[in-house]
């Protein structure tokens, strides 16, 4: 238990990951691939820290040991992207097949009903375009593959949002790690840079909401007014 406990601090740690995914050595592509495929593909994986872990997944990949590279960035994206198409693929099967069942369900200490209620509103306003803004905004990622399923979105339109979204969120997340950690000053300041990437990354979201927040006060306006 104790160890689990310690395994999950440094997991949230970005300076504490950065060691972990070294001392991992070759055994990082497995652990980092079943990681991202808990977050997207099952409804427990909420809790963990996808955008961090990419970002410094892609951060190690520009480390050198022994003039090796710890993690090479052709093989961990190419993975990875497997792995968060793969994830979502199979938490849309769970909420077409099984949807109505677990939204029944009370809550546990790894499932709140909240959540499933946040991403179907989300859902509803921005339609198939969820699955990829879905892919930037921690916890909704985890759900709204589930609620497309139980929605019975189409799977060939599912499956091409998802591969839109997977892509993107892999690719921007590790490559601007790699990229960035080979400047000192990001070196220094990992934790930092981590919170400042996943704020930036969330931003077309935000200035979509509000845009659409502007856009419907706009109508409730011009429908006062006739």
Known sequence: MATTIHFF????????LQLMII????????????????????????????????FVAGFVCAIEVNNQRVLNIFVLVPLLMVAAVVGDNVNYMLGRHTGPLIF????????????????QHFYEKY??????YARFVPIVRTFAPFVAGMGKMKFQHFFLMNVMGGTLWIIS?????????????????????VI????????????????A???KKRLALNSAAQ
């Open 196 to 211: 400042l990437v996943i704020l930036l990354s969330m931003a077309p979201l935000f200035i979509e909401i509000w845009r």
């Open 9 to 16: 601090q440094r997991l949230f740690n970005p300076d504490q």
């Open 213 to 215: 927040r502007r856009e």
């Open 23 to 54: 001392e991992w050595g070759w055994v990082a592509y497995i652990v980092l691939f079943f990681i991202i495929f808990a977050e997207t593909g099952l409804l427990a994986g909420f809790c963990l820290p996808g955008d961090s872990l990419l």
């Open 127 to 132: 339609g198939g375009r969820t699955i990829v």
């Open 104 to 119: 029944s369900r009370e809550n546990s200490l790894l499932f709140h009903k909240k959540h499933l209620v946040r991403t």
């Open 173 to 193: 997340m590790t490559v601007l790690g790699y990229y960035l950690g080979q400047i000192p000053a990001v070196k220094n300041n990992l934790e930092k840079a």
